[in-house]
Structures are given as C-alpha cells and as structure tokens.
Nanobody, 122 residues
Framework: QVQLVESGGGSVQAGVSLRLSCTASGDTSRVTLGWFRQAPGKEREGVAAYAYDGSTSYVDSVKGRFTISKDTAKNTLFLQMNSLKPEDTAMYYC?????????????????WGQGTQVTVSS
C-alpha cells in the first residue's frame, strides 16, 4: 500500500506561482509518482509524472510552466507551478503507479491522494 498526502494548494491571482507537495509513505519502492488534476465538469487529466529512474513527463498545456521534482530522502514529490492561468484551476491529486517507468500520458495510478484545491483568478 502507498499513502499520499498533498498540500500547498490555494487561491491566487493569475501569473503567480504555487508549489504543491505530496508526501508518500508505505511501500514506495519502484513506483512512478505523478500529479493529476480535475476541473469542475471536466475529466481528470494527467499533469506530470516522475518515474523511478528520475525521468519526467508533462502534459503539453503545462510544459515550460510546471516542474515536477522529488526529494527522495523525504519521499516527497513536488509540483512547482509558475505563470499560473485561470485554466489551471482544478483539484490537484498526487498519484502513484506501481511501475518503474511510465509517462504521464499513459499513467494509470493504483493509489491516489485526497487532493488539494488550486484556484487561479484573472
């Protein structure tokens, strides 16, 4: 089992930055971690993934603005979000798939956090 707890969401103005954190616990060996988001009335979409080997992948809409990273010693995943836009407004979820490497486009999580809300106003 893997437990995931997100933090760092909030309400901000467009153009500013936020950093989300996800603390993972349990059997986190050999998992790919990622961030997903779901806006009201829309399907959940993958935002970024951090594979076991350290490789990263992003959905096109956040490339160049968001950066996913991991503090391995603290088992914490981060999502640095810069130049936020109103369309980034969503509930953001941390997720884990028990696979050594995958990309966000095809990531199919086995575990989910409870989510943290990000609201960006214009």
């Amino acid at each position: 089992q893997v437990q995931l707890v997100e933090s760092g969401g909030g309400s901000v103005q467009a153009g500013v930055s936020l950093r989300l954190s996800c603390t993972a616990s349990g059997d986190t060996s050999r998992v790919t971690l990622g961030w997903f988001r779901q806006a009201p009335g829309k399907e959940r979409e993958g935002v970024a993934a951090y594979a076991y080997d350290g490789s990263t992948s992003y959905v096109d809409s956040v490339k160049g603005r968001f950066t996913i990273s991991k503090d391995t010693a603290k088992n914490t995943l981060f999502l640095q979000m810069n130049s936020l836009k109103p369309e980034d407004t969503a509930m953001y979820y941390c997720a884990a798939e028990r696979v050594l490497g995958t990309i966000i486009k095809i990531m199919t999580p086995h575990y989910w956090g409870q989510g943290t809300q990000v609201t960006v106003s214009s």
